[in-house]
């Protein structure tokens, strides 16, 4: 298995309150992603990093924020968490050296927005 | 807004059945192509690439038709250990994933 931890694992929170999420690899994988799960919609992309201080959005990143300073570790944060964010967060790397790379997943986080 | 359709299922198939899942795509330029499998509260792992060629891992064949834009996955002799949701996957600029189709394999 790839070399992936997600902390914390389960998480209870208030409405308005800051959230961070980390995910730490020990592969030195160059691209390194957040999605969400939620029944019906299959995995989500929130944001996506192609390297140390490059990130990008993706498809759900309204309310979200990464950063990552260093290769092995990519923050996911939730500035002010909402219900609606309530849901599974992965996060997954990859090589990104060739046409049929893909992605390793993180054991995941469980997020409940009260 | 590109996207990878499943039929959602179950599937609900008695042990030892051939069951075959499909996945149809938009993207024409999507390059490359997976199948995931998820078990319940668990990460998705892969499962196999799919070529265009079509391949082969024991049980599991997957194949790819570019020219209809659809992916299959096929389980033979299924056990009861297969039973997950299988999610299809479609590399475009990013990795863009199907909702999944449930599989059930009943003793």
């Known amino acids: 298995d790839a070399g992936i931890t997600q902390s914390p694992r389960h998480k209870v929170t208030e409405t308005g309150t800051p959230v961070t999420l980390r995910c730490h690899q020990t592969?030195?994988?160059?691209?390194m992603y957040w999605y969400r799960q939620d029944p019906g919609h299959g995995l989500r992309l929130i944001h996506y990093?192609?390297?140390?201080?490059?990130?990008d959005k993706g498809e759900v990143s309204d309310g979200y924020s990464v950063s990552r300073s260093k290769t092995e570790d990519f923050l996911l944060t939730l500035e002010s968490a909402t219900s609606s964010q309530t849901s599974v967060y992965f996060c997954?790397?990859?090589?990104?050296?060739?046409?049929?790379?893909?992605?390793?997943f993180g054991p995941g986080t469980r997020l409940t927005v009260l | 807004r590109k996207e990878v359709e499943q039929d959602p299922g179950p599937f609900n198939v008695p042990e030892g059945a051939t069951v075959a899942f499909n996945c149809t795509y938009s993207?024409?330029?999507?390059?490359?192509f997976f199948w995931y499998r998820q078990d319940c509260r668990k990460e998705p792992k892969l499962l196999m690439s799919?070529?265009?060629s079509g391949n082969e891992d024991g049980r599991f064949t997957a194949q790819l038709n570019r020219a209809s834009q659809y992916i299959s996955l096929l389980i033979r002799d299924s056990k009861l250990s297969d039973s997950a949701t299988y999610l299809c996957?479609?590399?475009?600029?990013?990795?863009?994933f199907g909702p999944g189709t449930r599989l059930s394999v009943l003793p």
């Open positions: 993207n024409s330029a999507s390059q490359s």
């Open positions: 997954a790397i990859s090589d990104g050296t060739h046409e049929e790379d893909t992605q390793y």
């Open positions: 996957v479609v590399n475009e600029e990013n990795f863009v």
């Open positions: 990093s192609y390297g140390v201080k490059d990130t």
């Open positions: 799919v070529y265009s």
């Open positions: 592969e030195n994988h160059r691209y």
